[in-house]
């Protein structure tokens, strides 16, 4: 069984310009996270999408955006881009979204995609 | 206040120790928690998950979650080099719709 795949696994961009980043969930999951991680911040939640609708948002400025597609994959997009935003960008999936209700967030990781901002 | 608090380390141990891992909290509501092991160039992988308090075990890895006193623990007995990892501790509340929170991880070595 595949996992959640990250794509492109490492890029380096300017200030100023803007960055688009992929994730492919495990077959028949839902739901996709993404997360940020710095070595100031750790993990930091940014959004959640379950089929194709944004469910949850964390505290990040709107140059921070994603979408969902039928097939559940997803991608998050930065525009703008600033030196603080060079982090690794977590994608995660599980079946159930976290609006379920359960709290049973049972995230499965990919690699990540580690952004580099010049 | 940082709603989760874990020591970064780096904490160095030789193979076969115990190693004692651990994270506070502050938001009650808290009521699922886990322990996440991040290898160098990989994504987290979940290692132990834990409704409420209580006590779990799973080969080497014991999880603890003591909810009177908002402290959670990860156990791992006769510690390996392949142990060696960054180890995350997440939490989520009861209610719908809220993500996890992460606390900043801790670095682990074990030296052979």
């Known amino acids: 069984k595949a996992g959640v795949t990250q794509t492109p696994r490492y890029l380096i961009k300017t200030r100023g310009q803007q960055v688009t980043l992929s994730c492919s969930p495990i077959s028949g999951h839902r739901s996709v996270s993404w997360y940020q991680q710095t070595p100031g911040q750790g993990l930091q939640f940014l959004f959640e999408?379950?089929?194709?609708?944004?469910?949850n948002k964390g505290n990040f400025p709107g140059r921070f955006s994603g979408r969902q597609f039928s097939n559940s994959r997803s991608e998050m997009n930065v525009s703008t881009l600033e030196l603080g935003d060079s982090a690794l960008y977590l994608c995660?999936?599980?079946?159930?979204?976290?609006?379920?209700?359960?709290?049973?967030?049972?995230?499965?990781f990919g690699a990540g995609s580690r952004l580099t901002v010049l | 206040q940082k709603e989760v608090e874990q020591d970064p380390g780096p904490l160095s141990v030789p193979e076969g120790a115990i190693v004692s891992l651990n994270c506070t909290y502050s938001?009650?509501?808290?009521?699922?928690f886990m322990w996440y092991r991040q290898y160098s160039r990989k994504g987290p992988e979940l290692l132990m998950y834990?409704?409420?308090?209580g006590n779990k075990e799973d080969g080497r890895f014991t999880a603890q979650v003591d909810k009177s006193s908002k402290y959670i623990s990860l156990f791992i007995r006769d510690s390996q080099p392949s142990d060696s990892a960054t180890y995350l501790c997440a939490m989520s509340a009861w209610q719908a719709g809220t993500a996890l929170i992460f606390g900043k991880g801790t670095t682990l070595s074990v030296s052979s």
């Open positions: 834990t409704y409420s308090s």
């Open positions: 938001n009650s509501a808290f009521q699922y």
């Open positions: 999408y379950f089929s194709e609708t944004q469910r």
């Open positions: 995660a999936s599980s079946f159930l979204p976290s609006t379920a209700g359960s709290g049973a967030n049972v995230l499965t």
